[in-house]
């Protein structure tokens, strides 16, 4: 299997010219000019195209039991959808509930993905409860290939860790040379101030920001921080929304504690009105932590751009508008939380980002593919484009022309968060290691491809 694309623009975190690529197998053989095709290469020119890395989402729940639902995607549509927009990798949650053993979500994790994915994968490891056996079953997990934990500060009762739990996650983290992902908000001020404004009737999907303003993230921010700071575990703040949460994570990078921050497109994107939307049109919009006062948008461009913040991820948690999110009609913390947007990432940030001029073309390939390489241990395997590296590549268009709908979306959810929304770019050609997995926006690669990355922990 050979691949020859001539003449794009190859752009990297750090580079950009004009070069041919051979891909042989899985992996990128030559860069060069003029490079000839061998017998029964296939030749793509891409001469007035972007040639990136494939892109990386950090973040994402393909699969995820939650708040008495299941997301609708699932290996198959989930990673199909991921490519369609130009993301070769993701990293999905495997998230067990409390009462169940570490091991057993490791389990059911790899049988949702067994044979289904069609891009590559990873987990962050969900620590859900510590005990005895969690840990053994841990050290096992990582054994296996998996190089990262996820905690929760919040959700109190369902996966939300408590201190005792936190402490000895990051120890053991910090033992095994492991990064702790955490979600980074104080459960018990947001289960207060939830009963508070039930208590005084106010049940609408706009009450969800209410019950969780930038105080109960910076609060879960400072909190981790605090122990991170004592354990010397790497941590990574997932879903970073606002100013307040951004000032701990920075002070805290100041006293030397190790922490990546990521955000996500929708918080760049979209603000609290959306949640506000009159009807019950506002459950699209809830998420935790919520959509913010736009005031924020400008601060978490000023961090891509600044390097404060590292990755734009999407937190994929995809509930049906029909059928799944009514299930929080008459009372907001009943909706299932998450806003879809792992097909339209990498044109959204392209299309706002790049277009408007709020990062350039390089902090893009940094913040959507390199650096989740760099920090969850794939580069430069993934995220770069270099001879060996895989042959993930995205041939970006940068005249195409279109707009979000969910008429047309490979996810499987039965709306859009970005419905009408005009998009200035896509993937015309994506490749999975040497595979051409999409062309002119249909996916055409192989279900079951895709596979589990294995990946090293690097211990003190
Ligand atoms: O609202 C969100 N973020 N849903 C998915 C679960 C999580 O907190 O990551
Ligand atoms: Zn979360
Ligand atoms: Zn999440």
């Not at 049988?111 to 590559?120: M, T, W």
Request: aromatic share 8%; charged share 25%; glycine share 10%.
């Amino acid at each position: 299997m050979s691949l020859l694309i001539k003449n794009g623009t190859i752009v990297t975190a750090t580079d950009r010219y004009v070069a041919d690529i051979l891909c042989e197998g899985e992996v990128i053989r030559a860069i060069g000019h003029d490079l000839s095709a061998p017998a029964g290469a296939e030749v793509i020119d891409a001469t007035g195209k972007y040639v990136f890395p494939g892109f990386i989402d950090p973040h994402t729940h393909i699969y995820l039991p939650f708040m008495g639902t299941y997301s609708k995607d699932n290996y198959e549509t989930g990673t199909k959808a991921a490519l369609v927009g130009g993301t070769t990798t993701i990293f999905d949650m495997c998230c067990p509930s409390r009462a169940m053993e570490a091991l057993d979500g490791f389990n059911t994790w790899n049988r949702e993905s067994a044979g289904r994915a069609a891009c590559d994968y990873s987990y962050h490891m969900g620590v859900t409860r510590f005990d005895e056996t969690t840990e053994a079953q841990l050290r096992e997990i990582v054994q296996c290939g998996v190089s990262s934990f996820k905690i929760f500060l919040a959700y109190k009762g369902a996966f939300g860790i408590d201190d005792t739990e936190l402490y000895r996650t990051l120890k053991l983290a910090k033992e095994l040379g492991v990064v702790v992902c955490a979600h980074c908000e104080n459960e018990t001020l947001v289960a207060e101030r939830q009963k508070e404004l039930l208590a005084a009737g106010l049940t609408g999907p706009e009450q969800h920001h209410e019950s969780r303003p930038p105080r109960v993230e910076a609060e879960g921010v400072h909190h981790l921080m605090s122990f991170a700071e004592l354990t010397g575990a790497s941590t990574y703040i997932v879903h970073l929304s606002c100013q307040e949460a951004l000032d701990e994570a920075i002070s805290a990078r100041q006293r030397g504690v190790q922490v990546a921050v990521e955000t996500l497109i929708q918080y760049l994107l979209i603000d609290k009105t959306y949640a506000e939307r009159p009807g019950f049109e506002g459950a699209k919009y809830v998420m935790s932590p919520p959509l913010r006062d736009a005031r924020n948008q400008a601060v978490l461009w000023n961090g891509l751009r600044s390097g404060l913040v590292q990755t734009v991820a999407t937190d994929h948690a995809p509930f049906d508008f029909v059928g799944q999110k009514p299930m929080g009609k008459d009372d907001f913390t009943k909706i299932p939380n998450g806003i879809p947007a792992l097909e339209e990432r990498v044109n959204l940030l392209y299309t706002y980002g790049v277009k408007t001029g709020k990062i350039d073309l390089h902090t893009f390939v940094n913040v959507a593919s390199t650096q989740a390489a760099k920090i969850f241990g794939l580069y430069p395997k993934k995220g770069a484009i270099a001879l060996g590296s895989d042959a993930d590549l995205v041939i970006y268009d940068p005249d195409w022309r279109g707009t979000v709908s969910a008429a047309n979306q490979t996810m499987n959810v039965d709306y859009s968060g970005f419905e009408g929304w005009k998009l200035e770019g896509r993937p015309s050609v994506v490749t999975v290691r040497g595979e051409v997995a999409v062309r002119d926006g249909k996916f055409v690669g192989t279900v079951g491809r895709g596979k589990f990355l294995r990946r090293d922990c690097r211990p003190a």
